[in-house]
């Protein structure tokens, strides 16, 4: 079971990889996270920090988070190392966790400042939450969904299929479920439902 030190803030590492089409619901949990009492340090991967889309600017989104959380993203390899090692937070999660982000972390390829970050917290026994949101959940990326299932300290936002028929390999997760997800990683279990 995952214990957290008494000594760390009341503090959560927020990661945001290019879903760019779950942006707009998973904002509103970082502020439910606000509204609850955490500090949440926002951390963007290179994609959702630099790429306009039709879901809105980069610009847009950094200024959002700031705004939220009181804190400007961290963007950048320098940035993510020292979370765990300075015991800057509790837990980290990544929202939306792209099948890309799934396969770096499968592998333990720590090139992107989300998966440094997310090394730099598991490092310290510190609980990664995945919420994972990609076309290929159930094809590319479903191997790197299986290894991270079999991970110490990694848990998941409950995900399901999002559009079976139009879209069958699809997986997204229920980012309503993000904070229950959060507090129960903290006590060590994997929330259920798993599959929704």
């Not at 009492?37 to 879901?55: E, I, K, M, Y």
């Not at 993203?73 to 966790?97: D, K, S």
């Not at 848990?155 to 980012?175: A, C, E, H, T, W």
Request: aromatic share 6%; proline share 7%; with cysteine.
């Amino acid at each position: 079971m995952t214990q957290c030190r008494q000594d760390a803030p009341r503090a959560v590492v927020f990661a945001m990889c290019g879903s760019f089409c779950s942006f707009g619901a998973v904002l509103p949990q970082v502020e439910r996270l606000c509204r609850a009492g955490w500090d949440v340090l926002p951390l963007l991967s290179a994609s959702a920090a630099s790429q306009d889309t039709r879901f809105g600017t980069a610009a847009g989104l950094c200024a959002t988070l700031e705004e939220m959380t009181g804190h400007p993203p961290m963007t950048t390899l320098q940035q993510a190392e020292p979370l765990g090692p300075e015991r800057r937070a509790r837990a980290m999660i990544i929202a939306p966790c792209t099948g890309a982000t799934m396969g770096l972390l499968a592998a333990g390829i720590s090139s992107t400042a989300v998966t440094l970050g997310a090394k730099s917290m598991l490092r310290g026994g510190r609980p990664l939450i995945l919420a994972p949101s990609t076309n290929d959940g159930l094809a590319g990326s479903a191997v790197s969904l299986a290894t991270l299932l079999q991970r110490k300290n990694v848990y998941f936002v409950p995900f399901g299929q999002d559009d079976s028929f139009k879209k069958p390999n699809s997986l997204k997760s229920d980012f309503t479920l993000l904070p229950d997800t959060l507090e129960s990683a903290l006590r060590g279990v994997q929330i259920q439902p798993l599959l929704l």
